[in-house]
């Protein structure tokens, strides 16, 4: 049998694409083909929801998060973060204020997929002085990578504002690439106050995610300072003969595309969903060590057509647990874990830039059961009439402390948009 790493070697000879522009006509070429021999069904809600709109006019936004005062921090891609007032929802509508805040991010570099994206709040942050880590695309065309920056803003009184304190830059991905795409980006901070990022492939450099020398197509966990610690996986044979500064010792699990969906549910669980190719969009139970098999096993295709890889399973590789087959291009994800919206109670929410809309997934003990896309629409609501649209791409989503969900929408007038129920 032909092992996994010759086949790599051919395909990635054979398949490597490097115009963007020729990507984008073959994925708009191939998005009617036939992939449904590993499609899984979804099924439609209930329940209708409407979104509605709480803030408009955010330029090309990424990410959305919700604070303990139930302020919301929207990263924009040219480097801003937007801070809005506390969100009270059960009041009668008024005029959102916001501040926008320039983060003077070193090297940014905004082209394609790059530019600021993800944001993550400290635990230790209090009311009046938020600590901040960022994800970011630093370098140029020939050379960029992803970055963590270390942000403390304080809140002004006396002028109602937020202000930048600091700013330190702790890690920075290796190896740079010249491709402005498959970042990843995603943050969390787990209960012993490490962070895991993940970080995409490059695109053109899909072998990368199976050597652990490299950063790219990993998970990596590291320090509130961006130092590898030493119960990953990893760390202790990245030591021996090798140079210091090796990826290998940050990572914490391998073999991912394009991940840019984390999150730690009430029972400590990790999980994250990726971007397939052409199919094989997943959601996979995150576990140190192990290996979840891009590019040797994946039930996508080539944006081309060609054959990434005949295996769908291999030893030593971790199948997802959920599969799309077409790819609905995931983007926000929650674990639903509030009172609020009884039927969605437990279930993962993702947001999809191909589908344009909400999806509800259900798994139990690590296995997937069912999945519904939420029956909903945009809502614009005035003195003397109630306009519904269909939905935009939706970018992220994120709830507050009562349990409220919001959604960001994609492009360059993008929405904050507040999702409820319209039974």
């Given amino acids: 049998m032909m092992q996994w790493y010759q086949f790599l070697m051919l395909s990635t000879a054979s398949c490597k694409v490097k115009q963007y522009s020729i990507i984008l006509l073959l994925v ?34 990424w990410a959305v998060k919700s604070d303990q005062q139930s302020r919301l921090w929207v990263t924009l891609m040219s480097g801003q973060v937007v801070v809005t007032t506390p969100l009270n929802l059960y009041q009668k509508p008024q005029p959102l204020n916001f501040q926008t805040l320039d983060l003077a991010l070193p090297e940014l570099y905004v082209a394609g997929q790059g530019g600021l994206m993800d944001l993550l709040i400290l635990s230790e942050s209090t009311a009046t002085q938020k600590h901040l880590l960022v994800t970011y695309a630093k370098g140029n065309d020939s050379h960029n990578a992803l970055a963590i920056q270390r942000i403390t803003l304080g809140w002004v009184h006396s002028e109602d504002r937020w202000q930048l304190i600091s700013s330190e830059s702790i890690f920075t991905v290796s190896p740079a690439k010249s491709t402005p ?18 970080v995409g492939d490059g695109f053109d450099w899909r072998e990368q995610a199976q050597n652990k020398a490299s950063g790219l197509g990993k998970i990596l966990r590291m320090s509130l300072t961006g130092d ?16 210091p500064n090796i990826m290998k010792q940050w990572v914490y699990s391998l ?23 052409a199919g094989g969009d997943e959601i996979n139970l995150i576990r140190p060590g192990l290996n979840y098999g891009w590019p040797v096993i994946t039930k996508g295709i080539d944006y081309s057509g060609a054959q990434i890889t005949p295996f769908s399973q291999y030893p030593g590789m971790t199948a997802p647990v959920v599969n799309w087959t077409p790819s609905i291009a995931p983007s926000g994800f929650i674990r639903y874990e509030e009172a609020l919206f009884p039927e969605l109670y437990n279930s993962f929410i993702v947001t999809s830039l191909k589908l344009k809309g909400i999806i509800a997934v259900n798994v139990k003990d690590g296995v997937y059961e069912s999945q519904v896309k939420l029956d909903a629409v945009r809502v614009t609501e005035t003195k003397t009439q109630i306009v519904t649209s269909s939905l935009p791409r939706l970018r992220d989503i994120t709830t507050l402390p009562s349990g409220e969900i919001i959604v960001l929408s994609d492009g360059v007038d993008g929405e904050l948009l507040h999702l409820k129920s319209r039974q």
Wanted: glycine share 10%; net charge negative; charged share 10%.
């Fill in 28 to 61: 708009c070429s191939m998005s009617g083909l036939s992939q449904a021999v590993h499609a899984t069904s979804i099924g439609l809600s209930q329940t209708q929801y409407g979104l509605y709109p709480v803030l408009s006019q955010l330029d090309m936004p």
């Fill in 181 to 198: 795409v498959h970042y990843g980006a995603r943050l969390v901070q787990l209960a012993d106050d490490s962070i895991l990022v993940t």
């Fill in 228 to 243: 590898p610690l030493v119960d990953n996986p990893f760390y202790q044979s990245a030591l021996i003969g090798s140079d």
């Fill in 255 to 277: 073999g991912h595309r394009n991940p840019q969906g984390l999150l730690v549910d009430k029972y400590g669980a990790i999980w994250a969903h990726e971007h397939g190719p």
